[in-house]
């Protein structure tokens, strides 16, 4: 876990049935299912509702209504913290409880909820967040919550003899982190890339992606190797893992390419699983990175959210 952040629960509140305002109880008792009793346990993602008692005082602000805490039917009523700004992955650890987040907002049911049939707005759609449970115990007002912001952790290697020699710069590498690094940038969430150039050797391949996968890197991308040279590896090299393969990205991406330059249609490029480590083998090519790269981002959140086994369709 990464450098922990502390803030603390000012009320925690359950309800036995959905869409009603929920009152606030000395504690609570977690399951793995989320709140022992509560309308919203279950075997899913949104089992805990967290909501900060800053979103709170600035709706009281905006409609000049007092908020009992509950009220928007949060589960944990915080203080400390602005937890709509937190991410998807995040941990946090509450005595022995342990929670994921998995959600931040949601759908606004309008008429199935207490206060938007009141008041006409509602601040748990925009600034309230869900978490399954990771860990079970008890929870009470006046808890500390320790908060572990997560980063992913993302690997990049380039293989090349000639760029491992030094005779050649490295340019489709540096091209990857670029384009991760914004796309990470833009989904406010963190991550963490190391980036290694080896030569086109299976042995020097394997040796990496077993550390990779045993640090637990959330994706490796790899980049040269994809064709059907004698150095050509990478693909054989992956696949001689216990690789679960996603064939459909790669065959759209050649097929949406190919149609324009027949050449993109002889990439072998892959993309799968090992163990809990996305792999995407990319061609050597600047350009070729960036297009592989344009698809391939689409997808990667949802990737995320089913690897943690969480359904947000």
Not at 234 to 255: A, H, L, N, W, Y
């Amino acid at each position: 876990m990464n450098n922990k952040l502390i803030f603390r629960i000012l009320s925690v509140n359950m309800s036995e049935k959905k869409g009603t305002i929920k009152k606030s109880v000395s504690e609570i008792k977690i399951s793995s299912e989320g709140i022992e009793k509560d309308a919203h346990a279950g075997l899913w993602h949104r089992q805990i509702s967290l909501l900060g008692v800053e979103s709170i005082r600035k709706f009281e602000a905006s409609s000049g209504r007092k908020i009992n805490f509950g009220e928007f039917a949060e589960n944990i009523t915080t203080e400390g913290l602005l937890v709509y700004k937190t991410q998807v992955g995040d941990i946090f650890k509450i005595g022995e409880v342990e929670l994921e987040v998995t959600q931040i907002g949601k759908k606004c049911h309008g008429a199935g909820c207490a206060i938007y049939e009141e008041v006409g707005n509602c601040i748990m759609p925009k600034e309230g967040i869900f978490c399954k449970v990771l860990q079970n115990g008890t929870i009470s007002a006046d808890d500390t919550i320790e908060y572990f912001p997560q980063a992913f952790r993302i690997a990049v290697i380039t293989l090349s003899d000639r760029a491992f020699k030094g005779e050649y710069q490295d340019k489709s590498g540096p091209e990857i982190i670029g384009l991760l690094n914004k796309y990470f940038e833009d989904q406010n969430q963190k991550c963490v890339i190391e980036n290694i150039i080896i030569p086109d050797d299976s042995i020097k391949l394997k040796e990496s992606l077993d550390i990779f996968i045993k640090q637990k890197c959330d994706v490796i991308f790899t980049t040269g190797g994809t064709g059907i040279g004698q150095r050509d590896i990478t693909v054989d090299t992956v696949k001689s893992f216990e690789f679960k393969e996603m064939p459909g990205i790669m065959e759209f991406i050649r097929m949406k390419y190919g149609q324009e330059k027949p050449n993109a249609l002889l990439s072998r490029s892959v993309a799968g699983i090992i163990d809990e480590t996305f792999i995407y083998t990319l061609p050597g090519s600047v350009k070729a990175v960036n297009e592989y790269l344009s698809e391939i981002l689409k997808t990667l959140n949802h990737l995320f959210y089913t690897r943690a086994g969480i359904d947000n369709h």
